[in-house]
Every structure is written in structure tokens, then in C-alpha cells.
């Protein structure tokens, strides 16, 4: 498990029903990873996965590994109101095929760090592949210190990246400065990801790709190989879609721009509704311009 480049939190996408759409979603995979991504993250908050039944996320993660046929990997989101559910389908992907896991905290509760590390432990513990620690306090309401994911690393072989979604960039230093080269560091918000590189990120955990992966995976490699003017450039184009990552209806937007763009469409599960009346005109104002103006992408090689 490599813990680099562009990996798409993939969307969930369901059908007229509200049911999954296994077809579009193997589609999807595969044309994120023709476009350039390095793997496939499921099940994360942009995944819905909090709208899923555990059998529900089975059968979405055998059906990426199956259209995928080893050409990247697939990382499992392991999400859970409960650390036995949690270990439970941190086992289950990894017997279906999953090379990764994307460790969460508890959903719901906020414990404080003995309880939190005991949660992350425990998944870690059930499982031999290797783990991501997902850190993002804006969402989630607890925060993994630089101190405390240097801990879990020296604490546990298997822990080999971190997501880093506090949005604050100077994590990044402060992470590396503990753990030196001993975790990978990506990040985890899209309109942050020029700076997170310059910090000493290398790899992005990433939320528009889902609708523009060439022109993600192209602003990675232009920050990546320091082309200041060309990541620049891009980057100035790309951020009032990016923007759209950091917002509380980040999944129906990013949906909208799939749609937008023809690759998906909109539908989300409740308890989120689909955006509708001056939200939705504004959305699609700022969408519609980004496609007009898409600019033409330069070799990153």
C-alpha cells in the first residue's frame, strides 16, 4: 500500500430508488484511475457511509476491487457508532479485498484521548493491512494531536499515513518534526492541498476529483514537483470548486458537480436532501463557470 498521489473519496451513487448504483460506481473507479488517481478510498464522509448498512459497504468494496483487478488499491473507510462495529468491518474489508484502511474516530461520541486511542488501537490491532488515521476535528469533534498520532505510530507497525483535515497546514511540520518520514502525511481538504504540499504533504485525499480528476491529479503533480506557476494558475481556477469540500453540504454539492459534468448524478440519502431554490442557482453558477473557463492542461511529467 503506496500512500501517495490523488485518491478520490469516492461517491456514493444510488439510483432512482435510493439504492446503489454498482454499475456507475465500477465505472467511475475505473475512470478516476484511468485519469491518473493512485487508488480508491470508500465508504469515508463523502461516501455517505453513515447512510449505509454494513452489508451495504461489503458489497460496495467487493465491487471496486472487482473492477479495479489490481491496477490500484482500494482503502476502506472504517466508520462505527461502536468500536466492536468498527472492528468488525475493519475484518470484513480486509477479506474483501481491500489493501488499505481509513481509520475514524467514533462517530458521535467525543471521547477524550484515552478513549479515543483505545477506539483507534483496537482497529488497528484487528487487521494487517495498512492504516491511515483520519484526523479532522471540524467534522468530528476530536482532534489527534501531533503528539498522540506519533504515539499510535510508535505504538502500532501498521500505521503508516495520516489524513489531515484540521485545515491547518502547520500540522503538517508538526507531525513530520515528531514522526519524521515514518508516516506519510495527505491531505484531506481540497482547498488546501498547494500549501499541505509545501508543508511536506505527498499525497491528497480528495473530494472534486470525483468530477475532475485529470485537472486534481495534474495540480498535484505541478505542487508536488514545485511548478509554482502552473500549480498556481491551476489552483486559482480550480478553488471556487474546491471551496465547495469545506462546506456542511459538501456531499450534495460535490454530487452536483458530478451531474454537472456528466459523470453522476445528484441524489444523496437522507437525512441529506439535495440543494434546491438560491442555493442551488449559486452552485450551479460557479460550476457552470469553472466548466466554461476549464482551462487545457500541460504535460506534468
Known amino acids: 500500500m503506496n500512500w501517495y498521489g490523488v485518491m478520490p473519496a ?3 451513487c444510488f439510483d432512482s430508488s435510493l439504492q446503489i448504483d454498482h454499475a456507475f460506481m465500477a465505472r467511475h473507479a475505473q475512470w478516476l484511475i484511468e485519469n491518473g488517481c493512485t487508488g480508491i478510498v470508500s465508504l469515508g464522509s463523502l461516501g455517505e457511509a453513515a447512510t449505509l448498512a454494513f452489508d451495504e459497504k461489503i458489497a460496495i468494496l467487493k465491487n471496486i476491487v472487482a473492477a479495479l483487478k489490481g491496477r490500484a488499491p482500494v482503502v476502506a473507510a472504517i466508520s462505527a457508532l461502536s468500536t466492536a462495529e468498527a472492528v468488525a468491518f475493519a475484518k470484513a474489508a ?3 479485498g481491500s489493501s488499505g484502511l481509513m481509520v475514524l474516530p ?3 461520541y467525543r471521547g477524550d484521548w484515552h478513549e479515543t486511542k483505545a477506539h483507534a488501537t483496537a482497529v488497528f490491532r484487528a487487521t494487517s493491512l495498512s492504516c491511515m488515521l483520519y484526523n479532522n476535528p471540524v467534522a468530528y469533534g476530536t482532534d489527534f494531536l501531533p503528539e498522540h498520532i506519533a504515539q499510535l505510530a ?3 507497525p501498521n500505521l503508516r499515513a495520516v489524513k489531515e483535515s ?3 497546514v502547520r500540522r503538517i511540520t508538526a507531525i513530520r518534526a515528531l514522526a ?4 506519510s502525511i495527505l491531505v484531506g481538504v481540497d482547498d488546501a492541498i498547494v500549501e499541505g504540499i509545501a508543508a511536506g504533504a505527498t499525497g491528497w485525499i480528495a473530494g472534486l476529483v470525483n468530477a475532475f480528476p485529470a485537472e486534481s491529479v495534474a495540480l498535484f503533480d505541478y505542487a508536488i514537483q514545485g511548478r509554482s506557476r502552473e500549480a498556481f494558475d491551476l489552483y486559482r481556477w480550480f478553488l471556487p470548486l474546491l471551496r465547495m469540500d469545506t462546506v456542511p453540504k459538501f456531499v450534495q454539492l460535490i454530487k452536483l458537480v458530478q451531474q454537472e459534468t456528466g459523470q453522476g448524478n445528484a441524489r444523496v440519502r437522507p437525512p441529506r436532501l439535495e440543494v434546491i431554490g438560491h442555493e442551488l442557482a449559486a452552485a450551479r453558477a460557479i460550476i457552470r463557470e469553472s466548466i466554461q ?3 487545457m492542461l500541460a504535460a506534468t511529467a
Open 10 to 12: 469516492m461517491t456514493t
Open 106 to 108: 467514533p462517530y458521535v
Open 293 to 295: 473557463n476549464r482551462p
Open 154 to 156: 510508535h505504538e502500532h
Open 94 to 96: 480486509e477479506n474483501a
Open 166 to 168: 484540521s485545515t491547518d
Open 180 to 183: 519524521g518520514d515514518r508516516l
